[in-house]
């Protein structure tokens, strides 16, 4: 999470440089109960976004919605998403930004529920970025696994297991897990490898 890109965002977007939301959002993603939910994630989901923005058809506001859709972050409330989407949508509606660009933020956060219809471009791109590490070499998505369960560590084990079987089963009960061609080409078979060998484990 780069205070520079930040920076780079806003003029992009024609507000303010915005320092202090920047602060706010690095300290929020640096909270000690995150293993996962952390400044790395954001800063893989931009790296993954430099290289699909072509697929984008508001990139500035995708790169907003990535940098705001885990702000808030509790692992035992319900309403994260929701509440990270309103942080964004006030956050632009205070610097002046167009009601609709604010909505569109507002949706593409809520996308990332995992639960909904994406019918949107950049709707599929955020859910397909913030996916990506389904998809990444096993090393790396078995560090993934246990990042979650330490997120996680006051559920007892039972119900931790059978909540993350019945989250990574709806995973693969898809036709397909990404959205865009790009994603299925590169992350779809990888994924499908990690998530069945995850819940064997589990």
Request: proline share 3%.
């Amino acid at each position: 999470m780069n205070k520079d890109r930040w920076e780079a965002l806003m003029r992009a977007l024609g507000m303010a440089p915005s320092v202090e939301c920047f602060e706010k959002l690095h300290k929020a993603y640096s909270e000690k109960h995150r293993f996962y939910h952390t400044t790395k994630h954001i800063d893989a989901m931009l790296n993954h976004l430099d290289r699909t923005v072509e697929l984008s058809e508001h990139p500035n506001e995708l790169e907003l919605a990535i940098w705001f859709h885990d702000a808030i972050y509790k692992p035992f409330s319900s309403t994260n998403e929701l509440d990270s989407a309103k942080w964004a949508k006030e956050f632009l509606i205070d610097n002046q930004y167009s009601r609709d660009g604010a909505e569109r933020v507002y949706n593409l956060i809520m996308a990332t529920q995992h639960n909904v219809e994406v019918n949107s471009d950049d709707k599929q791109l955020i859910v397909d970025i913030d996916l990506t590490i389904l998809g990444a070499s096993p090393t790396v998505y078995d560090q993934f696994e246990e990042n979650i369960r330490k997120e996680y560590r006051l559920v007892p084990s039972i119900i931790y297991r059978k909540k993350r079987k019945d989250l990574l089963k709806s995973f693969l009960s898809k036709p397909s897990i990404y959205n865009l061609d790009y994603f299925q080409e590169k992350y779809e078979s990888a994924a499908r490898a990690n998530l069945e060998k995850a819940i064997e484990i589990l």
